[in-house]
């Protein structure tokens, strides 16, 4: 097997037939660099092939079990030192993940903020943005997404790095 390179950051391979097939795991650190969750777009962008083709290997990779899928063209990369199955996010990194712009917010904010020592069975995210499926369910946990008035998604401070920011809740001075 011979090697070829498609991009500066994809390398490929000829398989017998003579065909390109990508490197997962060279695909996977060029993807790893933007963060940990990524979409089938910016796997296109980074890679420039072809979506239908990106999508039969998330699914191989899926049944590897190196990526994780969120929902719907969202992904998780599962560390290698991980099992498929035994590895997560933390719930508010994850609820990032789900809708832009977003919080943490009504019971689980209580949580976080250690105001309660209730566990919250359903971790609440609110936001401005239309969600078409209010209740997700993501690794075994609920997702209650809440849409508010944007005059009403106030008091809040971002977390994270430029690229992946999820905004925890503060108190609203009166």
Same mark, same amino acid.
Not at 92 to 106: C, E, K
Not at 144 to 151: L, M, Q, W, Y
């Given at each position: 097997? &011979?090697?070829?390179?498609?991009? &500066?950051?994809?390398?490929?391979?000829?398989?017998?037939?003579?065909?390109?097939?990508?490197?997962?795991?060279?695909?996977?650190?060029?993807?790893?660099?933007?963060?940990?969750?990524?979409?089938?777009?910016?796997?296109?962008?980074?890679?420039?092939?072809?979506?239908?083709?990106?999508?039969?290997?998330?699914?191989?990779?899926?049944?590897?079990?190196?990526?994780?899928?969120?929902?719907?063209?969202?992904?998780?990369?599962?560390?290698?030192?991980?099992?498929?199955?035994?590895?997560?996010?933390?719930?508010? %990194?994850?609820?990032?993940?789900? /809708?832009?712009?977003?919080?943490?917010?009504?019971?689980? %904010?209580?949580?976080?903020?250690?105001?309660?020592?209730?566990?919250?069975?359903? /971790?609440?995210?609110?936001?401005? %943005?239309?969600?078409?499926?209010?209740?997700?369910?993501?690794?075994?946990?609920?997702?209650?997404?809440?849409?508010?008035?944007?005059?009403?998604?106030?008091?809040?401070?971002?977390?994270?790095?430029?690229?992946?920011? &999820?905004?925890?809740?503060?108190?609203?001075?009166?």
């Amino acid at each position: 097997m &011979s090697s070829v390179t498609r991009s &500066s950051s994809v390398t490929c391979s000829l398989n017998e037939d003579g065909e390109r097939r990508p490197v997962t795991i060279k695909i996977l650190k060029a993807i790893a660099c933007e963060g940990q969750v990524f979409t089938l777009e910016q796997l296109h962008r980074q890679t420039r092939i072809q979506k239908n083709i990106l999508s039969v290997m998330l699914s191989r990779w899926e049944e590897r079990g190196f990526v994780e899928r969120i929902e719907k063209g969202k992904y998780l990369i599962i560390p290698l030192e991980s099992e498929k199955g035994k590895y997560t996010l933390h719930e508010s %990194a994850i609820a990032s993940h789900l /809708v832009q712009p977003s919080a943490i917010a009504y019971w689980s %904010a209580l949580h976080y903020h250690g105001l309660t020592v209730q566990i919250p069975i359903t /971790v609440f995210v609110q936001t401005t %943005a239309r969600k078409k499926h209010t209740l997700i369910e993501v690794f075994g946990v609920n997702y209650r997404i809440v849409r508010v008035k944007p005059e009403k998604f106030f008091g809040s401070r971002r977390n994270g790095s430029r690229r992946h920011r &999820s905004l925890s809740p503060t108190w609203r001075r009166l």
